[in-house]
């Protein structure tokens, strides 16, 4: 395993870490993925109680019984408008106690955005809770997880508030990659997460070979991207089988991102994403209400993840998944959703060439 530095904070951190929301139905084989993870040296374990519908820690627990010692174990508990200090330290509480672990060595906010500043800010609120808790040795480090824009979140790394911040971040999307630059300068560990795109990046595709220069599976070279950027700390990824985690440390292993040029490869990507030009779609769903029912910006974007990068394969799975009534195919090509879109798309043709795919 390669060791990075996490942030300010004086821990190193291994390149790749667990992402805990995607563990098995299987205690058995829950235990020996976390175990062989910590033998592998993984040493970051990314969990909350609200993940598997609040059974995340009681499957990770086991595992990590007798070994925590040097691990990362995140948790992570939401903020509202009405989440008091009392409420928030009761969580922390009470996934200390179901992990069996005496403090978090992080410990995360979560689905937090630049909107929830005055809750988690507000006097008896979260951040009350957070102090305290570190005062008295439960935290020792507070992090934040969310989806708010990329200026919105470099306004809350700016607070100065957090040590880390955690983000998605992957070949096909690259929006959090300014503010990642700016949370290692501020001397915050950066925890990317989706690095494989929900399973997206896991389809071949010769497109994104070429642009990032490598000639390796796409999950492989998914991976060392994430890891080739300076700026981040560690590569998070949703594992549930032995064979995954052997593959992804081989993955990290063998790979020296000393020896790739990793401004070559964004603009390897950039001429992808340029050659659409402004006629990308960028989900916004001005164009909802469609009246065949199509949910207009998820068909744009599998036509994009096939057209752009390549994931040609990703991109028939995806039609064959959904239900009859939502195929492209039912487009009646009437246009009512070209003039509602800001960027003019020609969705109704890029609909007809979607459906070549089925
Ligand atoms: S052109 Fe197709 S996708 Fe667009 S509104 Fe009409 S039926 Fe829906
Ligand atoms: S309005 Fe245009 S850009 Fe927005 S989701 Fe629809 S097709 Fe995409």
């Known amino acids: 395993m390669r060791y990075r530095p996490f ?30 993870a910590v033998e592998r040296g993984i040493n970051y374990f990314e969990t909350t109680r609200h993940y598997l519908n609040g059974t995340c820690q009681h499957r990770v627990a086991p595992g990590l019984k007798g070994k925590s010692g040097g691990i990362i174990v995140s948790g992570k508990e939401g903020i509202s408008p009405d989440k008091s200090a009392y409420h928030f330290r009761k969580e922390i509480e009470r996934q200390l106690d179901i992990l069996g ?12 955005s630049w909107g929830m500043m005055p809750h988690l800010l507000k006097r008896g609120g979260v951040l009350d809770a957070i102090r305290r808790a570190q005062d008295e040795g439960l935290i020792r480090f507070v992090g934040f997880t969310g989806h708010d824009t990329p200026e919105n979140f470099t306004r809350c790394i700016e607070t100065g508030l ?73 590569a998070c990824s949703g594992m549930s089988t032995l064979e995954m985690l052997e593959e992804n440390v081989r993955t990290i292993a063998d790979f020296d991102p000393g020896q790739v040029d ?36 998820r068909l744009m974007g599998i036509w994009q993840h096939w057209k752009v990068f390549g994931l040609e394969t990703w991109a028939r799975e995806a039609l064959r998944q959904l239900p009859a009534e939502k195929k492209p195919t039912m487009c009646t090509q009437c246009k009512a959703c070209e003039e509602k879109c800001p960027n003019r798309l020609e969705v109704s043709e890029r609909l007809k060439e979607l459906a070549t795919l089925m």
Not at 270 to 295: H, I, M, V
């Open 7 to 36: 942030g300010r904070t004086g821990y190193n951190v291994s390149a790749l870490s667990f992402g805990c929301m995607r563990l098995q139905d299987d205690p058995a084989l829950n235990e020996k993925l976390i175990s062989r």
């Open 101 to 112: 672990l005496d403090h978090f060595k992080f410990f995360q906010v979560g689905w937090f």
């Open 162 to 234: 957090f040590d880390s911040l955690t983000v998605p971040y992957n070949m096909i999307n690259r929006q959090y990659e300014p503010v990642i630059a700016r949370a290692a300068e501020l001397g915050l560990g950066v925890v990317a997460m989706c690095a494989v795109a929900g399973g997206v990046l896991t389809s071949p595709s010769d497109t994104l070979r070429k642009a990032i220069g490598m000639d390796l599976p796409t999950t492989a070279m998914a991976l060392r991207f994430v890891l080739s950027n300076p700026n981040i700390s560690t």
């Open 262 to 297: 990793f401004t070559e490869m964004c603009q390897g990507l950039d001429r992808l994403r340029d050659k659409l030009g402004s006629n990308f779609c960028t989900a916004c769903r001005y164009c909802a209400e469609c009246p065949a029912g199509l949910e207009i910006w």
